[in-house]
């Protein structure tokens, strides 16, 4: 079952604050965030595990909150760059029968204008 | 480079006709990964395999097949293709658990 995300769009200027939450209706025992460019493969930017951590990478970070079921990515002042749409993907331990699997959500189209 | 490689780039293909999409890295790693992408549908599972000789189903897995013979391989078949089908695909691998996954290039297939 893929994991929920909001909002599907946002459209930001230089310079402004986003955030893009990801939950799930099944225990999560791990959350990855990955970014996509038009036309591109899906770039790893981090992986959260079970304990609640907060990670970092340049001025995105993200949160895991495992009894809510819920992470949230936070975008602090955005750049040109940062365009594109991001996905969570959910999976880990016990995610059946110990497997492996890695299931994304529908994404979050984020645009920034100058 | 050490990587992901997938091919066909991309494909035209008559409905009813079978198709395998390739995929090998080179990164020794454990489980890999199949996924269709539409607009508005994000990345939807196809198959997976958690290591060599195993395979799973994913979300979507119906009128795909895959194997997994060895490490570094892991093509995706249809059977017989239909224009649902229609996507861009992407493979993926990763080490373990509780590792990032990278991906191929992805394949666009045009079913007609």
Same mark, same amino acid.
């Given at each position: 079952q893929q994991p929920v995300q909001?909002?599907?769009?946002?459209?930001?200027?230089?310079?402004?604050?986003?955030?893009?939450?990801?939950?799930?209706?099944?225990?999560?025992y791990s959350v990855h965030w990955y970014r996509q460019k038009h036309g591109e493969a899906?770039?790893?930017?981090?992986?959260?595990?079970?304990?609640?951590e907060q990670k970092g990478h340049e001025k995105i970070s993200a949160s895991f909150n495992?009894?809510?079921?819920?992470?949230?990515?936070?975008?602090?002042?955005s750049q040109l760059s940062y365009s594109g749409t991001y996905f969570c993907g959910t999976g880990g331990a016990y995610s059946g029968a110990g497997s492996y699997q890695l299931t994304f959500g529908k994404g979050t189209k984020l645009s920034v204008i100058p | 480079i050490a990587g992901i490689t997938q091919a066909p780039t991309s494909q035209i293909l008559a409905a009813g006709r079978r198709m395998t999409l390739r995929c090998t890295q080179d990164m020794r790693h454990n489980a890999m990964y199949w996924y269709r992408q539409d607009l508005g549908l994000g990345l939807r599972l196809i198959h997976y395999s958690n290591t060599a000789g195993t395979t799973?189903?994913?979300?979507?897995p119906d009128g795909y $097949?895959?194997?997994?013979?060895?490490?570094?391989?892991?093509?995706?078949?249809?059977? $017989?293709?239909v224009p649902s089908q229609t996507s861009v695909y992407f493979c993926a691998s990763r080490s373990g658990l509780n590792t990032e996954a990278f991906f191929g290039q992805g394949t666009r297939l045009t079913v007609v």
């Open positions: 909001s909002p599907q769009a946002v459209i930001l200027r230089e310079g402004e604050d986003a955030v893009i939450n990801c939950s799930s209706s099944k225990a999560l899906p770039v790893f930017l981090m992986i959260l595990l079970k304990g609640g495992e009894k809510k079921q819920q992470s949230s990515l936070y975008l602090t002042a | 799973g189903k994913g979300e979507v $097949s895959v194997s997994r013979a060895n490490t570094d391989d892991f093509p995706l078949t249809l059977a $017989s293709a």
